[in-house]
């Protein structure tokens, strides 16, 4: 393996293996008093203890060798490493930790430091199902997503803990976890007229980053749900080719303009009663979602958008009658929410006060996204923030603050930085300060949070803070010295327009020499609900160019006009012209870096992408041949007319037929230019077709191309086929990017 091809592997799958520390996972005492983590390698792991009032500290466990023989005396297995033998603690009581060893549970008493192996269970109550582990531990069962295959997904718990909820063959289950038995909720579901509810996913709660959904009511009495009728839904086929016989599998995919799945509320009584619709009248063509329950149980708040995402209604819906009444909408000439966001995550900013008497809700009204208080007659009561600095998102909500996430510096504008504002009206207090990209993971009690950041170039760090932002103290900061990097820059470049300014980042080899010259990539994705362009340390698009970028390029990442998290205007670009930013905006990002930098080469530039990235990427080839010599498009999206994924900014094509031409790629066949390799899954249903459509568009056009096919692959790709990908892409910019003035690698 040479050294570029060790370099691709360290960025390709992420730095977990060669930087450790700066992201801490909280344990949270039960008694709220304080906060453990673990820290450092597996090899040589410390553990840390916060006294969360005062801010000490100090050492988890004080001697971490008469640990590690009473663990090896308590479980009799050696414990791995040097350090804390566990990956994960959690606190089993006020002052007793647990983790586990080879499989077997501990716990750990923090003030005599005796450990004690945790009661087994009997292997026969394992397998016969009546273990507290088996009942007690969700299971995962397949559910249903809109567009894509079903995905694998974990029961979800009643407030009580007394029972798990699922689906299966289109109805709602629910299993006990007194006898592990399950009993159906729903029965007339079926697989085309199903029953589904919203759920959390557990990675990104584990990170602070999920968004709430609104199912069980606080006292676990109903269970609010969707009634999801795809009858009539486009059904995309799905051919299955790796078995001795061929297996035909259609996936319900609404196409743009076409017939849309209809959706209507329900709530379940898990005492028998029967289900309650909520009475949303013709609920065709809209998204409603489930946005909270009132405390009592017996309210809940309804959020309805329009297929097109220009209109917006917040309702009050009884759980018992199903009756509703509007509280207040909202309508706009573009598109008021990102459509990924409510089709997929239910991130549909609106959030309910803990007293249940007052709504948050997130607006682009003025141009900048802001939060504004209402009370539950509809009256807006006051905007709780203004300016040219947009809100992200909110994260907590207590009796007196909002906290919430923003780019609140005008000079790093993708700077995301903590901050809160009174509920009774106030300025807002900015509660970080290092340049870079922050989170925050709160204490239970609100009292206290982890404040995480980085940047590209700055791996993260973790301190931990009270409410009011107050440094608390110091508690990890990542260690890069086994990175072998040279770190990425930020730069900014200005759009095609002449003025306004766009932001991107530059990723170069380990043995990087500015006196020698590097052809240039640029990965794209391009897509509208998102901004890609990484400005913290190890972002998911920050991992191809990385690698890339190990293989003797530089490569670059950009945000071009028609993204999020800058102003409506800045993200109105997409709107009735999907690539009006796209082609002008990438093509100046790459001349300008170009004129700037020496040690890029003169030749024309590579660019990859997937998914919409795909579509970026031929695009970009095919419009500017003086600007791009090689692309790769992969998992292509080229169709518009294929998904409803493209409603909300193109409209409908039999509404706006120039938007969806201007948006179309195939006609663009016959002027390519740019060497091209394709690559699509073959159980892609979202674009195998787009791929097998171009493939015949340049063979129409006699244009040479090769196509890369990847048996039995769906949009994402598994890791043996993913590796097989990247060895065709490395080979492709071998043979077709120029390299000038370069030491051979």
């Known amino acids: 393996m040479t050294a570029g091809h060790a370099g691709f592997d360290r960025f390709i799958n992420g730095t977990a293996e060669f930087v450790h520390g700066g992201a801490i996972l909280p344990a949270w ?112 069962f397949f559910r249903s997503v809109p567009l894509v295959d079903p995905v694998k997904a ?18 709602v289950v629910l299993r006990s976890t007194a006898d592990n038995r399950s009993v159906p909720l729903t029965t007339d579901g079926t697989p085309e007229h199903e029953y589904c509810f919203d759920l959390v996913d557990p990675q990104l709660a584990v990170l602070g980053l999920a968004f709430p959904v609104c199912n069980w009511s606080p006292d676990g009495s109903r269970l609010a749900v969707y009634r999801v009728d795809n009858r009539g839904v486009h059904q995309s086929p799905q051919l299955h080719n790796l078995k001795r016989e061929d297996e035909v599998v259609r996936r319900y995919h609404a196409q743009a303009g076409g017939h849309l799945e209809r959706t209507a509320l ?29 405390p009592s149980g017996d309210r809940l708040v309804v959020f309805v958008l329009s297929r097109d995402c220009r209109r917006a209604d917040v309702l009050l819906a009884d759980a018992k009658t199903g009756a509703t009444r509007p509280l207040f909408s909202e309508e706009s000439e573009t598109f008021l929410r990102i459509h990924h966001d409510v089709y997929f995550g239910r991130k549909i900013g609106l959030f309910l006060t803990p007293d249940g008497t007052r709504l948050l809700w997130l607006s682009e009204r003025s141009g900048w996204k802001h939060l504004y208080l209402y009370d539950l007659e509809g009256t807006l009561l006051r905007p709780l923030t203004e300016g040219e600095l947009p809100v992200d998102y909110v994260h907590r909500v207590d009796d007196e603050y909002v906290y919430f996430t923003a780019h609140q510096d005008q000079e790093r504008p ?45 791996a993260p760090r973790s301190v931990l803070r009270k409410a009011d932002g107050s440094l608390l103290c110091e508690l990890s900061a990542a260690d890069t010295s086994h990175l072998e990097w040279t770190p990425p820059r930020e730069f900014t470049v200005i759009a095609a327009d002449g003025e306004t300014e766009l932001w991107g980042t530059l990723y170069f080899p380990a043995g990087f020499d500015e006196s020698q010259r590097y052809p240039l990539i640029e990965y794209v994705y391009g897509g509208p609900q998102i901004s890609v362009a ?65 040690f890029l080469s003169d030749a024309k530039a590579g660019v990859v992408g997937h998914s919409w990235g795909g579509y970026s990427a031929f695009r970009l080839a095919a419009e500017r041949p003086d600007v791009y010599a090689a692309a790769v498009s992969s998992a292509p999206g080229f169709d518009p007319y294929s998904s409803v994924l493209y409603e909300c900014y193109l409209g409908f094509p039999q509404d706006d037929a120039e938007a ?26 979202a674009t195998w077709t787009d791929s097998i459509k171009m493939a015949e568009a340049l063979i129409r056009a006699g244009k040479e191309h090769e196509f890369v096919v990847l048996p039995g692959q769906p949009h994402g790709y598994d890791s043996i086929h993913d590796g097989y990908f990247w060895r065709k892409v490395d080979g492709f910019f071998r043979t077709h990017l120029k390299k000038e003035g370069q030491r051979d690698r």
Request: net charge negative.
């Open 266 to 294: 329900h709530v379940l009584d898990i005492y028998g009663r029967a289900p309650v619709q909520l009475d949303l009248g013709d609920t065709t063509d809209t998204y409603p979602v489930h946005a909270a329950w009132l």
């Open 154 to 171: 974990r029961e979800l718990a009643s407030p009580d803990g007394t029972a798990f909820a699922s689906t299966a063959g289109g109805n």
């Open 414 to 458: 993708y700077d995301l930085h903590l901050a809160r504002v009174p509920l009774a009206g106030g300025p807002v207090e900015q509660l970080s300060e290092q340049p870079g990209v922050h989170g925050m993971m709160f204490a239970p009690d609100g009292s206290a949070f982890v404040d995480t950041w980085s940047t590209p170039a700055e």
């Open 660 to 685: 969806y031409r201007r948006a179309e790629v195939y006609p663009l066949a016959g002027q390519l230019a740019a060497e091209f390799m394709l690559v699509c899954g073959t159980i892609d249903h």
């Open 29 to 140: 005492s039960p008694d709220g008093t304080a906060l453990a983590y673990l820290d450092g390698t597996a090899e040589d792991r410390t553990g840390r203890l916060v006294d969360l009032a005062t801010g000490d500290n100090r050492p988890l466990i004080a001697d971490v060798e008469a640990l590690r023989e009473a663990v090896r005396e308590a479980t009799g297995q050696t414990p791995p490493g040097r350090g804390l033998p566990f990956e994960h603690i959690g606190f089993a009581g006020p002052r007793t930790v647990a983790g586990t060893v080879g499989g077997v549970q501990v716990l750990v008493d923090l003030d005599r430091g005796e450990v004690a192996k945790a009661p087994g269970e009997r292997p026969s109550d394992i397998h016969q199902g009546s273990a507290d582990s088996v009942r007690q531990t969700p299971r995962e």
């Open 534 to 598: 990484p400005h913290s340390f190890d972002s998911p698009f920050s991992r191809a160019p990385h690698a890339l970028a190990q293989l003797g390029y530089v490569a670059f990442v950009v945000d071009g006009r028609g993204t999020p998290e800058r102003s409506k205007a800045f993200h109105d670009v997409v709107h009735r012209d999907w690539a009006r930013g796209l082609v002008p905006d990438h093509a100046a990002a790459v001349e300008q870096l170009k004129a700037r930098h020496a």
